[in-house]
């Protein structure tokens, strides 16, 4: 089975995606920074399939990719008033913040772990998927494991094709930094990486010190 390559502003580009997600396909779609391939977050068996078609370590956790920020109540046991803010000053944009996940969140995505890390992302065809499909997405890059994060459709086909059901093609991701990884289950927060936001910035919006 080839991959199927759609132009993400195709008409109906966005239901055809969704469609294949609620059938337990999976799909790669553009973000803010290289081209993601996704699977429904509430769905263990297909986000199993991330591994698969990856070849990528089970022991790895899958962040999840959130739209609207509302979503953040069903992935997290609690939302601290610190994520609150975070979001309200970086999202969508480049920051994930670790959080205790929801009973609700598999270990598929945690690879057993008690936390997760969300995102929003600033791309209008992600949050476009997301809204649509109305839950997170489970996602990571679209290449194969160690493989080189693609930056357009035809580089995610290079590696992924025949491995998952289609490429929406949203023209070249801008690539570039990566998110900063903050973690909000630690007192002080702890910067597990530093990416698109400073240190300086984060203390900022928390009005105090973080490790990292």
């Not at 973000?31 to 991330?50: E, N, Q």
């Not at 990528?56 to 610190?82: C, G, H, N, W, Y």
Request: glycine share 10%.
């Amino acid at each position: 089975m080839r991959t199927e390559l759609l132009s993400a502003s195709a008409p109906g580009a966005i239901e055809r995606a969704v469609d294949l997600l609620r059938r337990g396909e999976l799909v790669a779609f553009p973000t803010d920074t290289v081209y993601g391939v996704g699977a429904p977050a509430f769905s263990p068996a297909t986000v199993g399939k991330l591994f698969t078609a990856k070849i990528r370590p089970t022991s790895r956790p899958i962040a999840l990719l959130l739209a609207p920020e509302d979503d953040l109540k069903r992935v997290a046991a609690r939302v601290p008033a610190a994520a609150v803010r975070l979001g309200a000053r970086f999202w969508p944009g480049g920051l994930t913040l670790i959080l205790r996940r929801a009973a609700d969140v598999s270990d598929a995505v945690t690879a057993g772990g008690e936390t997760v890390g969300v995102r929003v992302p600033d791309h209008p065809v992600s949050l476009a998927l997301i809204r649509r499909l109305g839950e997170p997405l489970a996602a990571t890059s679209a290449n194969l494991s160690g493989g080189q994060s693609p930056l357009t459709a035809e580089s995610v086909l290079a590696q992924l094709d025949g491995r998952i059901a289609l490429v929406l093609d949203g023209g070249r991701c801008p690539g570039g930094v990566e998110s900063t990884v903050l973690d909000l289950t630690t007192d002080p927060p702890t910067i597990r990486r530093i990416g698109a936001v400073s240190k300086a910035a984060l203390e900022e919006v928390l009005g105090r010190g973080i490790d990292g």
